[in-house]
């Protein structure tokens, strides 16, 4: 069977994303915004937080922005950070809050009442593909081995997420175990706020293997402390050359999650203006590329009323999908 819940197809429709835009001027003297506030809302080590801080760090290194700071608030999947930031609209015009896939995801299973149609829409930045990990000494050798053994008890094989039941890192985990050929009904699925909570759950022990997102797994492994089993990308990373991908291993499925910014809503339209500006001139810097590179990201640009209808389509998309699962 091939499933693809990525790139190249029409869950993502990323050809409306990949279009990047490098005519900006990057060598303006002045910075194009004084300073951002960036609300994470997971806790530390996950993907929105690397996102976040990465873009953070290109941002202010090659001067694009003078002054970045950064808040993690965790709870309700997300929802008390969206919720802070819409109640505080007007006090938080200096914020941009990280999301992804998830914000429609938890939107569509009623995890918070609000959906991105609530905040003001700025960026799309970066696609960041999944990964299956183990622990350093696991039996799992291949993501086929975690396979064989699902087919003999899958409730004995617990996979971790740093996403609520029905999120994106159990519906990625729901794909690949569907696209091998299993029920993906039967995955048995544990949820963690963020990654990081993830990650200490597979290094105890408490769960066999963490679906996450590729650029955590990296750094993880990098570390010596986990083992990536598969890639949900079309070919092999070059920050991660040595992990196969789930289609080398015989899973056709495929994925990838964009990141982007929100901010406020009825965030003024000039304020807007600046912080695409900002993102649109980070992708021609070589701090932005550093940080890229680092983490195995996709460059992916889509900025304001194009963001909108990306999610629009999204939402759709990803409802059918959810209902076909089960998870609506």
């Not at 005519?23 to 997971?42: Q, R, Y």
């Not at 094989?157 to 890192?169: E, H, K, N, Q, Y």
């Not at 990141?259 to 649109?280: H, T, V």
């Amino acid at each position: 069977m091939k499933y693809r819940f990525g790139m190249k197809s029409a869950i993502l429709a990323m050809s409306a994303f990949c279009a990047l835009n490098f005519s900006v001027n990057t060598m303006a003297a002045e910075p194009v915004v004084d300073s951002i506030h960036f609300l994470i809302p997971g806790g530390a080590g996950g993907g929105w937080d690397g996102t976040a801080r990465g873009t953070g760090e290109a941002l202010t290194k090659s001067g694009l922005v003078k002054k970045a700071s950064y808040e993690n608030m965790s709870g309700g999947g997300g929802g008390k950070a969206i919720g802070y930031l819409i109640e505080n609209a007007k006090s938080n015009e200096g914020t941009l809050m990280v999301n992804s896939t998830p914000i429609v995801i938890r939107s569509l299973t009623k995890v918070f009442p609000q959906n991105f149609r609530d905040l003001t829409m700025v960026a799309g930045t970066i696609g960041d593909y999944a990964a299956f990990i183990v622990g350093k000494d696991s039996k799992y050798k291949t993501f086929n081995d975690v396979i064989t053994n699902f087919k003999a008890n899958p409730r004995k094989i617990a996979i971790g997420g740093g996403s609520v039941p029905g999120g994106m890192d159990h519906l990625v985990a729901a794909m690949a175990f569907e696209a091998a050929g299993e029920d993906p009904t039967k995955v048995k699925y544990i949820a963690y706020d963020a990654g990081g909570k993830a990650m200490a759950a597979l290094l105890s022990g408490e769960v066999a293997v963490v679906s996450t997102g590729l650029s955590e797994a990296i750094a993880l492994a990098d570390a010596g402390e986990v083992r990536i089993l598969a890639t949900t990308a079309s070919e092999r990373v070059p920050a991660a050359p040595n992990a196969k991908t789930l289609k080398e291993q015989g899973v056709n499925a495929e994925f990838v999650n964009w990141r982007g910014f929100f901010a406020a809503p009825n965030l003024p339209d000039a304020k807007r203006k600046q912080y695409i500006s900002a993102l649109e001139a980070m992708y021609a810097t070589p701090e932005w590329e550093t940080v890229r590179a680092r983490n195995g990201w996709v460059n992916i640009y889509n900025a304001g009323d194009d963001f909108t209808a990306f999610l629009e389509k999204q939402e759709k998309i990803i409802g059918d999908l959810m209902r076909k699962l089960g998870f609506l």
